[in-house]
C-alpha cells in the first residue's frame, strides 16, 4: 500500500473503520521489513506465517463484532520476553535454537486483545549493553544514521519502531535499556513503575531491577501500550494489585501548574554540549507550557553507577548459573561433566557477560558479601530516598537520558568505566523503582551529523499518568518547533518512519 496509519492509534482508527485490514496491515509491515533488514536488523526473526495467521483472526475477530484496542495491530518483541512458537535466544549463543514451552505474561495480554506479532527483535546478550553490539547475532544499526547504534540493550526495538518496521514494540528496561535507545532513535520510551507491569516469562537479567516497556512512535501510543500490559499477575508476585488507570485518556490538561525538578547532578559541563543545550531548551519550551521548573539536588547520584553494578551484576550471577547446557540451549561437547559445564558456559556466553557474571560472583563471595553487596543495597535505600525527598515538593523530574547521543559502531569507550558511565543519568531512576518516560527532544550536531536526543521525564511510583500527561504537552510543542525547520531541513520536518532510513 503506498498509505499506511503512522501510529498505533492511527492503525486502530482505521482497522475499526474498514478502511485497512489486518492482514494488509500486516503485509505491509512484512514488506517493508524486508526492504529494510538488510540495512538495519532489527529483528533475529521474523515470524512471517504466524503474524499473518494472528492477522487473519483479527479480521475475524472483528468481523464477529469483536473490538478491542491492540486488535490487529503488528508488533515487535524483543527476544527476551517469551512468546510460543518463536524462538527466544535474549542474544546469546547460549539459547541458540530454545523454543520456550510457555509464553510471557504482557504476550498473554497482547494475545488476547488480538496484537500482531511480526517477530523477535535484537538485543545485546542478556540484556548487558548500550548499543546492541553484543549481541551474538551480529548488530543492529541506527535508521537515523546506519553508521550508528541505536543504542540497547533493546536497540532492535527501537530501531524497528524508527525504521517503520512495526507500529510498537516491547523492550526492557533494567538500568535505562528502553530510555537510552529511545533517546537515540527518536522514538518514545517508558520504563514503567517496578512491578507496574508482570515480569513472568521474560529472560532474567537482574530480577530487582527488570521491567519490560513499550516503545512507539508517539506519547499517546504508549500510554495505550501500557494499558494493554499492566496490571497484578498472580504469576509474580511483585506485581502491584492497583487497578490499571486508562492512561490514553489522561493526556489532555496541560502541565500549567506543575512543578517540576532539574537535579543539578544530572546536567553536568563535561556531558556533550549538544545534549546539555538540548535539555535547557526543552526546560525553557515546558516553561512556556506553563509548568515551574526549579532547579534540585539528588545528591546520591553519584553512587548510581557503582551500586547499580554491584547488584545488578550479583543478581544476573544468580540468574545466569540455571544455564549448563544440559537440559536446552547450546551444549559444548565434552567427556565429563566438569569439562561439560565449563566448556558449555565459556563458549556459550560472550565477554560482556562473562565479565559481568564474574563481578557478581566477586561481590556474593564470601569476606566480600557484607563489604559490597550489602552496602550497595543500603546505597540504595540512600537513593531512593533522594528521590522521596523531591517528590515531595515536585509533580515530577526532567533530566536528559544519556550524556552523549548516538556513537559509531565499533567506537564504545574502551574504558569499562567510561562505557559504564552511558548509563549514569538513567540507573539511579531504575534503582528507585520509579517510572521513567523518554521522549524526543530535537536533535545535536555530531561530526556533521544531525542525531535525535531525547529528555526523560521522572516521577512518583505508580504515577504513569503524570509522565504521560508532560510527555504528550511536551510532544505537541517540539512538533510545532520541528515545523519552523520544514522547509529547511527534512531530519527534523520528517521522522525516518515515514520516509526511509539514511542510506
Known sequence: MSELPQTLYESRVWLRSGRITAVELTEAYLERIHEQEPQIHAYLHVAEEQALAQARLADERRAAGEDTPLLGVPLAIKDIITVQGMPATAGSRILEGFMPPYEATVIRKLREQGAVFLG???????????????SAYGITRNPWALDRVPGGSSGGSA??????????????????????????????????????????????FASSLDQVGPMTRDVRD?????????GHDPKDSTTFPDPVPPYSRMLEGGIRGLRLGLPR???????????????L???????????????????HTRYGMPVYYLIATAEASANLARYDGIRYGYRAEAQDLMTHY????????????KQRILLGAYALSAGYYDAYYLKAQKVRTLIRSDFDTAFATFDALVAPVAPIPAFRIGQAPTDPVALYLLDVLTLPSSLAGTPALAVPAGFVEEDGERLPVGIQFIGRPLDEATLFRIGYAFESQMSRYERQFADTDENISRPRWRGKPVT
Do not use: C
Not at 531548551?281 to 545528591?299: F, H, K, N, W
Not at 565449563?342 to 557477560?353: A, C, D, K, Y
Open 120 to 134: 523477535k527483535t535484537n538485543t545485546d546478550e542478556f540484556a548487558m549493553g548500550w548499543s546492541t553490539e553484543n
Open 159 to 204: 530501531a524497528a519502531v524508527a525504521a517503520g518496521e512495526a507500529v510498537a514494540a516491547l523492550g526492557t528496561d533494567t538500568g535505562g535499556s528502553v530510555r537510552q535507545p529511545a533517546s537515540w532513535t527518536h522514538t518514545v520510551g517508558l520504563r514503567p513503575t517496578y512491578g507496574r507491569v508482570s515480569r513472568f516469562g521474560v529472560i532474567a
Open 222 to 230: 504508549n500510554a495505550i501500550l501500557l494499558e494493554a500490559i499492566a
Open 265 to 279: 547532578e544530572y546536567l553536568t559541563e563535561d556531558m556533550h554540549p549538544g545534549v546539555r543545550q538540548a535539555t
Open 281 to 299: 531548551d526543552a526546560v525553557a519550551r515546558l516553561r512556556d507550557l506553563g509548568a515551574t521548573v526549579e532547579e534540585t539536588s539528588l545528591p
Open 342 to 353: 565449563v566448556l558449555t558456559r565459556g563458549q556459550g556466553f560472550g565477554p560482556e557477560v
